[in-house]
């Protein structure tokens, strides 16, 4: 099957309408002819969802204008229940019961055969830590091929204990089968041949809820988890002949933890720090996971020993200026005639000197007698460029 015959555009106006204006990102397979398409930060942010940019989810395709062939078929975008209102959320939902499945919170993982050969490929990546050792893991228990049914991708939540988001799986480290994916229509296997392809593989899946809709949605507000912290439920509606209807259904705890897991970044606990935010600080330390606290831990102690190390050169060197300028001030003031603007002028000359010009904006503050721990932690905060959230969610 076609992805571009399947979406009703050209490669050229696919490429026009989706890559050019930011919505899906390309990504090329470092050896073999395959692209991957994923959604983009942007789709994400302005919410820009159709039915293209819903299949855009980690597809794997082959490369080329000519190309397109669909290779592998992971998961289309689905949404959270009761939120995002608009195309393929909550504006329709079947009336029967869903089947509820446990959300299982690793990564998702898709299963892609090159020339006979099985890898696995993250959500955006074919060569992403989650891809390699997910890869790796697949060639330990399965050799060069998983034998999936012709025409069906498998697609897997990875659970590594080094790359965990929320929830904790304690030393759990493996694939969970989550889907056999009809490349064509989407149609996925029903629950109960899903469950002896896995048996029959020796593959673990999520747990299947054995309770209502309402009863789902009631539990995710208590925060009642059977076995320490969850994330949620999938409710699946199958559908025979094409893609299920998926939404999502999560914890409030679970959702208060990832917003801070994936949200709070190097420079967001800088900031936190510099104006003293104590309580926003204990929630982190205290009210986290424990890996998020290590996390926010590490930062604190590297920002706070470079506080501690500028503030330290700046007194030695403000000191040493002092010293060096005692005896022009001290004659000065025995002349009666003080010039305290020769004075500055001297302390500006040393301050601005090429060994301090790094702390001049600290040394001026001190001689102003201003607060000086506002202009150290602007200082301060150059550590944090470049520094990401403990978890990308767009890329897990």
């Known amino acids: 099957m076609n992805f571009y015959t399947q979406i009703g555009l050209t490669h050229k106006e696919f490429t026009e309408r989706y890559e050019n204006t930011g919505l899906v990102e390309r990504r090329h397979h470092h050896e073999f002819p395959l692209d991957i398409l994923h959604y983009s930060r942007k789709c994400v942010r302005e919410n820009i969802w ?27 975008k689905f949404h959270n229940y009761g939120a995002e209102p608009g195309w393929g959320a909550t504006t329709f939902i079947p009336s029967i019961e869903p089947v509820i499945w446990e959300k299982m919170d690793g990564f998702m993982c898709t299963l892609y055969t090159w020339e006979g050969v099985d890898y696995i490929a993250s959500k955006g990546s074919f060569d992403s830590i989650h891809a390699k050792w997910a890869t790796a893991w697949l060639r330990r228990y399965f050799g060069k091929s998983l ?33 056999l994916i009809n490349k064509e229509t989407g149609e996925e296997f029903t629950p109960g041949a899903l469950f002896t392809w896995a048996d029959s593989r020796g593959l673990s899946m999520p747990r299947l809820g054995r309770q209502t809709l309402d009863c789902a949605v009631k539990r995710t507000l208590t925060n009642e988890f059977e076995d320490g912290l969850e994330e949620g439920y999938v409710l699946t509606w199958y559908q025979n002949g094409k893609p299920p209807f998926r939404l999502k259904l999560k914890f409030i705890e679970y959702l208060r933890l990832h917003r801070m897991v994936t949200g709070v970044s190097p420079k967001r606990i800088w900031e936190v720090l510099a104006t003293n935010q104590s309580t926003e600080l204990n929630e982190y330390l205290e009210q986290s996971t424990p890996w998020f606290s290590a996390f926010v831990q590490k930062w604190m102690k590297a920002l706070n020993a470079e506080y501690r190390r500028i503030e330290g050169e700046a007194n030695k060197r403000f000191d040493y200026t002092v010293t060096g300028l005692r005896t022009e001030f001290q004659d000065m003031l025995g002349s009666g005639q003080p010039n305290f603007t020769a004075l500055r002028k001297a302390y500006a000359l040393s301050f601005t000197a090429e060994e301090n010009k790094p702390y001049s904006g600290v040394l001026f503050a001190m001689l102003d007698g201003k607060d000086v721990k506002p202009v150290i932690w602007k ?17 897990t």
């Open 50 to 76: 159709d039915a293209v940019t819903g299949k855009c989810r980690g597809i794997i395709i082959t490369r080329g204008a000519d190309g397109g062939e669909i290779v592998s078929r992971p998961f289309e």
């Open 147 to 179: 034998e999936v049914p012709a025409g069906y991708t498998a697609v897997f939540e990875g659970l590594h204990c080094d790359l965990r988001i929320v929830v904790g799986y304690g030393l759990r480290q493996e694939l969970v089968l989550l889907a």
């Open 379 to 395: 200082l301060v905060r150059r550590m944090t460029h470049g520094g990401n959230p403990m978890v990308d969610a767009h890329n």
